[in-house]
Every structure is written in structure tokens, then in C-alpha cells.
């Protein structure tokens, strides 16, 4: 092995590994975290690991964590709400790798849910993850855009698949804009395996590929809307 190969071995096996894992059952507290008629479907939660003698002191680091939870029945609607922890070491890299796990996690498992009609499985799929402007959800935020989520507030505006009748006007959060997301998530398929980005990463984004909805079934459910040029 060359002497830079193995000191890029080197360097990749003491990168941390991040992972995302159930959280504990009553991480979502059903009388201080929900309002009345709403159901936590899944929580999780993201891990980065230490240097072996700091993880086995102080365990691994606490990254961010996500539950996607459903709105009264006569909505329909799900809010995947995701928030970063505040981590003294690793910085906001580390995070956006937890954030873009969770959020992949909890776009999939609705995803399946909705398998029979992806446009509807994106319809119902809001992230509530703050802004950039927070420390307790800036990677949050910045992994949703990444991955291709927009606005629900700009998209509803604009030729799209979403409509706010649907949310009863309420446009606050995020939605994926399906062209956009649609390709990303080809992309994030087919990337190589290495340092965070594992088989099972891939695996998720390559299923995720396959749920959203191919461009005619997108096309159908696309509402036309005029957007007046700038001037």
C-alpha cells in the first residue's frame, strides 16, 4: 500500500461513526409533547461515536433527534419534527450527518406507509425543524434543504403538488419539492460508502429513489399556477 493510501486509511478509521436508533419509548410524552388527538408514529434518535476510552466514560455523542407524529385523523397530515442537541464537541458537520440520517429514516418509513399513492405520501409529509437562525436546529434545517425540502409556504405558491386547502392554511414547516428531491435522492443512491455514508445510507436513499412518484404520476397531480415574471 502506498504511503498516502494508507495515510488516508488511517485518517478514515478515525472518523466517527453516526448512526440513528429508536429512541426510548417515552422520549415523546403523549400529555406535555402532543396536542389533543395527535400520535407519535416513530421517534429516533442520532449518535456520533468518541475515541474508545472517552465512549466508554461518557458514552457516545448525542447528535439531534426526530419524531414524526400524526395530526388529528380528520387531517391526515404528518409532521416530522426534528431537532439538533447541543454538542460541546464534534461541531456542526457531526450534526448534519445525524439530521440527514433521521430525516431520511422518517421520510422512508412514511413513505412505505403511503406506498399505494406517493403523491399523497409527500402531501402529508411536513419536516418542523425551526431555521438557520437557532442553534438547536440549524443542522436540522440545513439537511432538510439539502435533501430538497422547500417552504410549504413558497411552494404552494408556485407550480407544485401541493395546495393549502389541504393544510387548512397552514403553511408553516417544510415540504419536498418532488423534482428536486426526486433527483437528490438518485444521487445520495449511487454515492460510494465511505466515512459516514454507509451501505445501509445508501440503501435507504436508493428506496426512498423508488417510493416518489415518476414524472407522469407527478405531472397528473400538479397544480398550474401563474407566477408573474420580475420586474
Not at 15 to 43: H, I, M, R, Y
Not at 91 to 110: I, R, T
Not at 141 to 168: E, H, K, W
Amino acid at each position: 500500500m502506498s504511503a498516502d493510501r494508507e495515510r488516508g486509511t488511517l485518517r478514515l478509521a478515525h472518523l466517527p461513526t453516526v448512526w440513528v436508533e429508536e429512541a426510548d419509548e417515552d422520549f415523546v410524552d403523549e400529555n406535555e409533547n402532543l396536542e389533543q388527538g395527535e400520535v407519535c408514529l416513530k421517534s429516533l434518535k442520532a449518535f456520533a461515536s468518541r475515541p474508545t476510552s472517552v465512549e466508554e466514560a461518557f458514552g457516545p455523542r448525542f447528535l439531534c433527534a426526530g419524531a414524526l407524529v400524526q395530526r388529528p385523523p380528520e387531517s391526515h397530515v404528518c409532521d416530522a419534527w426534528t431537532a439538533d442537541s447541543m454538542l460541546d464537541d464534534g461541531g456542526p458537520n457531526l450534526q448534519f450527518q445525524g439530521a440527514s440520517k433521521v430525516l431520511d429514516e422518517l421520510l422512508f418509513f412514511h413513505l412505505q406507509r403511503s406506498r399505494d399513492n406517493t403523491i399523497w405520501g409527500l402531501q402529508t409529509f411536513v419536516v418542523k425543524c425551526g431555521s438557520l437562525d437557532s442553534e438547536y436546529t440549524c443542522a436540522s434545517y440545513m439537511a432538510a434543504s439539502a435533501r430538497g425540502f422547500r417552504p410549504l409556504r413558497d411552494m404552494v405558491r408556485v407550480t407544485s403538488i401541493y395546495s393549502p386547502s389541504f393544510y387548512d392554511n397552514d403553511l408553516e414547516g417544510l415540504v419536498l419539492d418532488a423534482e428536486h428531491g426526486k433527483a437528490m435522492y438518485q444521487k445520495l443512491a449511487h454515492t460510494d460508502v465511505g466515512g459516514s455514508w454507509s451501505f445501509d445510507d445508501r440503501m435507504i436513499a436508493s428506496k426512498i429513489y423508488q417510493l416518489l412518484p415518476d414524472d407522469d404520476t407527478r405531472r397528473r397531480c400538479t397544480h398550474k399556477r401563474y407566477v408573474s415574471p420580475k420586474g
